[in-house]
Protein backbone atom coordinates (compact mmCIF):
# COMPACT_ATOMS: atom_id res chain seq x y z
CA UNK A 1 0.00 0.00 0.00
CA UNK A 2 1.28 3.81 -1.19
CA UNK A 3 2.17 6.44 1.57
CA UNK A 4 -0.42 8.35 -0.32
CA UNK A 5 -3.35 5.52 0.52
CA UNK A 6 -2.63 5.35 4.12
CA UNK A 7 -2.76 9.11 4.32
CA UNK A 8 -5.68 9.01 2.48
CA UNK A 9 -7.63 6.45 4.95
CA UNK A 10 -6.70 8.74 7.78
CA UNK A 11 -8.34 11.80 6.90
CA UNK A 12 -11.20 9.99 5.47
CA UNK A 13 -14.15 11.31 8.10
CA UNK A 14 -12.24 14.13 9.28
CA UNK A 15 -12.89 18.01 8.82
CA UNK A 16 -10.15 20.42 8.06
CA UNK A 17 -9.98 24.44 7.95
CA UNK A 18 -7.79 25.89 5.54
CA UNK A 19 -7.31 29.30 5.49
CA UNK A 20 -5.75 31.82 2.66
CA UNK A 21 -7.36 29.48 -0.23
CA UNK A 22 -8.59 32.45 -3.01
CA UNK A 23 -5.60 31.41 -5.95
CA UNK A 24 -5.19 28.09 -7.72
CA UNK A 25 -1.22 28.42 -7.46
CA UNK A 26 -1.63 29.19 -3.60
CA UNK A 27 -0.46 27.15 -0.96
CA UNK A 28 -3.77 26.95 0.61
CA UNK A 29 -5.28 25.66 -2.35
CA UNK A 30 -2.36 23.10 -3.04
CA UNK A 31 -3.02 22.00 1.06
CA UNK A 32 -6.94 21.77 0.43
CA UNK A 33 -6.54 20.19 -2.39
CA UNK A 34 -4.57 17.41 -0.77
CA UNK A 35 -6.50 17.24 2.07
CA UNK A 36 -9.77 16.90 -0.30
CA UNK A 37 -8.17 14.20 -2.29
CA UNK A 38 -7.22 12.27 1.38
CA UNK A 39 -10.51 12.12 2.18
CA UNK A 40 -11.20 15.13 4.38
CA UNK A 41 -14.34 17.40 4.80
CA UNK A 42 -12.83 20.76 3.81
CA UNK A 43 -13.78 24.53 4.55
CA UNK A 44 -11.68 27.10 3.52
CA UNK A 45 -11.66 30.57 3.94
CA UNK A 46 -11.05 33.15 1.29
CA UNK A 47 -10.63 37.51 0.95
CA UNK A 48 -9.88 38.26 -2.58
CA UNK A 49 -9.98 41.83 -1.67
CA UNK A 50 -6.38 41.39 -0.34
CA UNK A 51 -5.08 39.79 -3.65
CA UNK A 52 -6.45 42.51 -5.96
CA UNK A 53 -3.95 44.67 -4.56
CA UNK A 54 -1.12 42.50 -5.11
CA UNK A 55 0.99 42.65 -8.87
CA UNK A 56 0.63 39.25 -9.18
CA UNK A 57 -3.74 39.54 -8.62
CA UNK A 58 -6.27 37.78 -7.63
CA UNK A 59 -8.40 34.12 -9.16
CA UNK A 60 -11.70 33.42 -10.06
CA UNK A 61 -12.88 32.62 -6.25
CA UNK A 62 -16.08 30.37 -8.05
CA UNK A 63 -13.55 28.94 -9.84
CA UNK A 64 -10.82 27.95 -7.30
CA UNK A 65 -14.03 25.91 -5.12
CA UNK A 66 -15.11 24.47 -8.39
CA UNK A 67 -11.53 23.06 -8.81
CA UNK A 68 -11.53 21.56 -4.73
CA UNK A 69 -15.22 20.15 -4.75
CA UNK A 70 -13.22 18.19 -7.63
CA UNK A 71 -11.15 16.94 -5.53
CA UNK A 72 -13.31 15.96 -3.05
CA UNK A 73 -13.77 12.02 -1.88
CA UNK A 74 -16.94 10.59 -2.38
CA UNK A 75 -19.56 11.34 0.56
CA UNK A 76 -17.17 14.33 1.61
CA UNK A 77 -18.18 17.69 1.24
CA UNK A 78 -16.88 21.65 0.83
CA UNK A 79 -18.18 25.01 2.73
CA UNK A 80 -16.14 28.26 2.41
CA UNK A 81 -16.44 31.75 3.40
CA UNK A 82 -15.34 35.14 2.67
CA UNK A 83 -13.71 36.79 5.96
CA UNK A 84 -11.61 39.23 6.90
CA UNK A 85 -8.77 38.38 9.46
CA UNK A 86 -7.63 41.50 9.96
CA UNK A 87 -10.95 42.04 12.00
CA UNK A 88 -11.13 41.46 15.72
CA UNK A 89 -13.02 38.78 15.86
CA UNK A 90 -11.98 37.35 12.62
CA UNK A 91 -10.10 34.01 13.99
CA UNK A 92 -13.07 33.15 16.23
CA UNK A 93 -15.66 34.55 13.27
CA UNK A 94 -13.43 31.77 10.88
CA UNK A 95 -14.61 28.93 13.71
CA UNK A 96 -17.61 29.59 14.12
CA UNK A 97 -18.62 29.69 10.41
CA UNK A 98 -16.79 26.67 9.87
CA UNK A 99 -18.64 24.81 12.32
CA UNK A 100 -21.56 26.02 11.46
CA UNK A 101 -21.12 24.68 8.03
CA UNK A 102 -19.20 21.03 8.59
CA UNK A 103 -19.85 20.11 12.36
CA UNK A 104 -17.03 19.54 14.61
CA UNK A 105 -13.08 20.59 13.07
CA UNK A 106 -10.21 18.25 13.18
CA UNK A 107 -7.65 20.47 11.36
CA UNK A 108 -6.72 23.86 11.10
CA UNK A 109 -4.29 25.05 8.84
CA UNK A 110 -3.65 28.79 9.28
CA UNK A 111 -1.78 30.14 5.94
CA UNK A 112 -3.26 33.40 5.48
CA UNK A 113 -0.98 36.11 5.44
CA UNK A 114 -0.88 40.01 4.54
CA UNK A 115 1.63 40.57 1.91
CA UNK A 116 2.57 44.43 1.27
CA UNK A 117 2.51 47.73 2.92
CA UNK A 118 5.51 46.79 4.52
CA UNK A 119 9.57 48.03 4.37
CA UNK A 120 12.52 48.64 6.44
CA UNK A 121 13.11 49.62 9.92
CA UNK A 122 13.07 52.96 9.07
CA UNK A 123 9.51 52.81 6.96
CA UNK A 124 7.37 51.08 9.83
CA UNK A 125 4.52 53.00 11.44
CA UNK A 126 2.69 51.41 13.98
CA UNK A 127 -0.17 50.98 11.57
CA UNK A 128 2.29 48.85 9.20
CA UNK A 129 3.02 47.30 12.55
CA UNK A 130 -0.65 46.75 13.75
CA UNK A 131 -1.82 45.79 10.26
CA UNK A 132 0.40 42.73 9.97
CA UNK A 133 0.44 41.69 13.43
CA UNK A 134 -3.68 41.40 13.26
CA UNK A 135 -4.13 39.09 9.91
CA UNK A 136 -0.76 37.26 10.52
CA UNK A 137 -0.44 36.33 14.51
CA UNK A 138 -3.71 37.68 16.10
CA UNK A 139 -5.99 36.10 14.07
CA UNK A 140 -3.97 32.72 14.07
CA UNK A 141 -3.53 32.67 18.02
CA UNK A 142 -7.29 33.42 18.11
CA UNK A 143 -8.47 30.95 15.42
CA UNK A 144 -6.66 28.03 17.56
CA UNK A 145 -8.36 29.30 20.80
CA UNK A 146 -11.42 28.72 19.16
CA UNK A 147 -10.53 25.50 17.06
CA UNK A 148 -8.92 24.07 20.50
CA UNK A 149 -12.79 25.20 22.53
CA UNK A 150 -14.61 23.39 20.31
CA UNK A 151 -12.58 20.17 20.12
CA UNK A 152 -13.50 17.45 22.43
CA UNK A 153 -10.71 15.33 22.46
CA UNK A 154 -11.00 12.75 19.77
CA UNK A 155 -7.82 11.17 18.00
CA UNK A 156 -6.85 13.37 15.03
CA UNK A 157 -6.75 17.24 15.96
CA UNK A 158 -4.06 19.25 14.60
CA UNK A 159 -2.90 22.74 13.56
CA UNK A 160 -0.63 23.97 11.35
CA UNK A 161 0.99 27.11 11.29
CA UNK A 162 3.21 29.37 8.84
CA UNK A 163 6.12 31.16 9.25
CA UNK A 164 8.68 32.06 7.10
CA UNK A 165 12.63 32.68 6.47
CA UNK A 166 12.94 34.73 9.26
CA UNK A 167 14.34 31.73 11.08
CA UNK A 168 17.20 31.21 9.09
CA UNK A 169 18.39 34.62 7.96
CA UNK A 170 17.57 38.63 7.28
CA UNK A 171 14.44 40.42 5.74
CA UNK A 172 15.40 43.54 5.89
CA UNK A 173 12.45 45.08 3.53
CA UNK A 174 9.64 43.09 5.46
CA UNK A 175 9.97 44.42 8.97
CA UNK A 176 6.70 44.07 9.39
CA UNK A 177 5.72 41.08 8.05
CA UNK A 178 8.96 39.25 9.52
CA UNK A 179 8.04 40.38 12.55
CA UNK A 180 4.78 38.70 12.49
CA UNK A 181 5.54 35.63 11.37
CA UNK A 182 8.41 35.54 13.92
CA UNK A 183 5.92 35.46 16.54
CA UNK A 184 3.95 32.32 15.48
CA UNK A 185 7.87 30.66 15.38
CA UNK A 186 8.72 31.66 18.58
CA UNK A 187 5.64 30.99 20.55
CA UNK A 188 4.79 27.41 18.63
CA UNK A 189 6.46 25.63 21.58
CA UNK A 190 4.45 27.13 24.46
CA UNK A 191 0.78 26.84 22.23
CA UNK A 192 1.73 23.24 21.63
CA UNK A 193 2.20 22.56 25.14
CA UNK A 194 -0.79 23.71 25.95
CA UNK A 195 -3.09 22.06 23.07
CA UNK A 196 -1.32 18.19 23.76
CA UNK A 197 -2.94 17.90 26.79
CA UNK A 198 -6.33 18.70 24.80
CA UNK A 199 -5.50 15.43 22.44
CA UNK A 200 -4.28 18.78 19.57
CA UNK A 201 -0.61 18.29 18.36
CA UNK A 202 0.42 22.22 16.53
CA UNK A 203 3.41 22.42 14.48
CA UNK A 204 4.66 25.39 12.54
CA UNK A 205 6.11 24.89 8.99
CA UNK A 206 8.76 27.88 7.10
CA UNK A 207 7.97 26.88 3.06
CA UNK A 208 10.82 28.89 1.79
CA UNK A 209 10.54 30.78 -1.32
CA UNK A 210 7.88 29.16 -2.70
CA UNK A 211 6.06 30.65 -6.21
CA UNK A 212 2.43 31.19 -5.77
CA UNK A 213 2.72 33.81 -9.00
CA UNK A 214 4.95 36.40 -7.32
CA UNK A 215 7.94 35.55 -8.41
CA UNK A 216 6.97 35.32 -11.80
CA UNK A 217 9.03 37.92 -14.38
CA UNK A 218 5.52 39.28 -15.03
CA UNK A 219 4.59 39.79 -11.33
CA UNK A 220 6.60 43.27 -11.45
CA UNK A 221 8.07 42.85 -7.89
CA UNK A 222 11.93 41.37 -8.95
CA UNK A 223 14.23 41.73 -12.51
CA UNK A 224 14.97 38.82 -14.44
CA UNK A 225 18.09 38.96 -13.24
CA UNK A 226 16.96 38.64 -9.24
CA UNK A 227 14.80 36.06 -10.01
CA UNK A 228 17.35 34.51 -11.87
CA UNK A 229 20.45 35.02 -8.89
CA UNK A 230 17.57 33.54 -6.18
CA UNK A 231 16.83 30.19 -8.16
CA UNK A 232 20.91 29.62 -8.17
CA UNK A 233 20.26 29.26 -4.55
CA UNK A 234 18.51 25.70 -4.75
CA UNK A 235 20.33 23.03 -5.58
CA UNK A 236 17.56 21.65 -7.40
CA UNK A 237 17.57 24.92 -10.09
CA UNK A 238 14.05 26.22 -9.30
CA UNK A 239 11.88 27.76 -6.78
CA UNK A 240 9.38 25.77 -4.38
CA UNK A 241 6.31 24.99 -6.19
CA UNK A 242 2.95 25.44 -3.69
CA UNK A 243 2.64 21.68 -3.35
CA UNK A 244 5.95 21.06 -2.09
CA UNK A 245 4.68 22.38 1.40
CA UNK A 246 1.47 21.20 0.88
CA UNK A 247 2.93 17.45 0.81
CA UNK A 248 4.23 18.24 4.50
CA UNK A 249 1.25 19.58 5.85
CA UNK A 250 -0.91 16.84 4.65
CA UNK A 251 1.71 14.61 6.26
CA UNK A 252 1.56 16.35 9.55
CA UNK A 253 -2.18 16.54 9.60
CA UNK A 254 -2.53 12.78 8.92
CA UNK A 255 -1.94 9.76 11.56
CA UNK A 256 1.59 9.34 10.49
CA UNK A 257 2.45 12.49 11.67
CA UNK A 258 1.53 12.13 15.12
CA UNK A 259 4.79 11.70 16.74
CA UNK A 260 6.13 15.58 15.16
CA UNK A 261 4.74 18.05 18.01
CA UNK A 262 5.80 21.65 18.81
CA UNK A 263 8.28 22.11 15.93
CA UNK A 264 9.11 24.71 13.84
CA UNK A 265 10.19 22.95 10.22
CA UNK A 266 11.38 24.34 7.13
CA UNK A 267 10.86 22.37 3.57
CA UNK A 268 12.75 24.60 1.20
CA UNK A 269 14.78 22.65 -0.87
CA UNK A 270 18.09 23.18 0.70
CA UNK A 271 17.57 26.84 -0.44
CA UNK A 272 20.95 28.40 0.34
CA UNK A 273 20.89 32.27 1.84
Do not use: C
Not at 33 to 52: E, I, K, M, T
Not at 102 to 122: E, M, P, Q
Amino acid sequence: MSEDLRVSEDLRGRTAVVTGVSRRRGIGFAVASRLARAGANVFVQHWAPHDAEQPWGGDDVPAVLAALEAELVPGARLAATSLDLAAPTGGEELVARAVDALGHLDVLVANHARSGGDGTLAEQTAETLDAHWAVNTRSTLLATKAFAAQHDGRPGGRVVWMTSGQVHGAMPHEIAYAASKAALAGVTASVAHDLADRGILLNTVNPGPVNTGYLDVDAQARSPEELAAIVAHFPGGRFGEPDDPARLIEWLVSDAGRWVVGQVLSTEGGFRR
